[in-house]
T-cell receptor
Framework: NAGVTQTPKFRILKIGQSMTLQCTQDMNHNYMYWYRQDPGMGLKLIYYSVGAGITDKGEVPNGYNVSRSTTEDFPLRLELAAPSQTSVYFC????????????FGQGTRLTVV | GESVGLHLPTLSVQEGDNSIINCAYSNSASDYFIWYKQESGKGPQFIIDIRSNMDKRQGQRVTVLLNKTVKHLSLQIAATQPGDSAVYFCAENVRVGGGADGLTFGKGTHLIIQP
């Protein structure tokens, strides 16, 4: 049981480039989330999904897109990278809304220069 | 502003002492509150949760207290150990869209254990 796996761990992007942050979970969880964590701050919700084929915006969705074609995978897409997107990104999953223990990936540290 | 926030950014305690980390929240409709621990370079890990209809819940060396009157949450760690050094976040579930829940996190408190 690997839990939640994120790739890559680190990435440097130039302004205007695009990339996809990968997230996979093997716990058959229904809910998946993407958060960003800026230095010295808490986690802000970008997008979430309650099941395959269903996604919705969180608190800070601008500049990002997601898809959920399978239960296991929840990739986060940055189309036109901007310096404001420099952050650490965490993917998380949870069984359903009645559960309280979310499992997080190790994070992706993204720098946009 | 954030609906969940923490009073102190850094808390330094002596090894073996008890620690109390505080959190204020503003969303009275939250179903539950959760404490997470984040060690350096890692993702947050679940510590303990408390339902909104409870006042207190105990785990192994940890106790969470919920005061709904003043919208205050605290995490008490007994006999702190070096491994307790981390950033602690309180979180609450809030509805962020069409019926689903998202966890809203506070800024975090960095707990430092002095030898």
């Amino acid at each position: 049981n690997a839990g939640v796996t994120q790739t890559p761990k680190f990435r440097i992007l130039k302004i205007g480039q695009s990339m996809t942050l990968q997230c996979t979970q093997d716990m058959n969880h229904n809910y998946m989330y993407w958060y960003r964590q800026d230095p010295g701050m808490g986690l802000k919700l970008i997008y979430y999904s309650v099941g395959a084929g269903i996604t919705d915006k969180g608190e800070v969705p601008n500049g990002y897109n997601v898809s959920r074609s399978t239960t296991e995978d929840f990739p986060l897409r940055l189309e036109l990278a901007a310096p404001s997107q420099t952050s650490v990104y965490f993917c998380a999953s949870i069984w359903d809304r009645t559960d309280t223990e979310a499992f997080f990936g190790q994070g992706t540290r993204l720098t946009v220069v | 502003g954030e609906s969940v926030g923490l009073h102190l950014p850094t808390l330094s305690v002596q090894e073996g002492d008890n620690s109390i980390i505080n959190c204020a929240y503003s969303n009275s409709a939250s179903d539950y509150f959760i404490w997470y621990k984040q060690e350096s370079g890692k993702g947050p890990q679940f510590i303990i949760d408390i339902r909104s209809n409870m006042d207190k819940r105990q785990g192994q060396r940890v106790t969470v207290l919920l005061n709904k009157t003043v919208k205050h949450l605290s995490l008490q760690i007994a006999a702190t150990q070096p491994g307790d050094s981390a950033v602690y976040f309180c979180a609450e579930n809030v509805r962020v869209g069409g019926g689903a829940d998202g966890l809203t996190f506070g800024k975090g408190t960095h707990l430092i254990i002095q030898p």
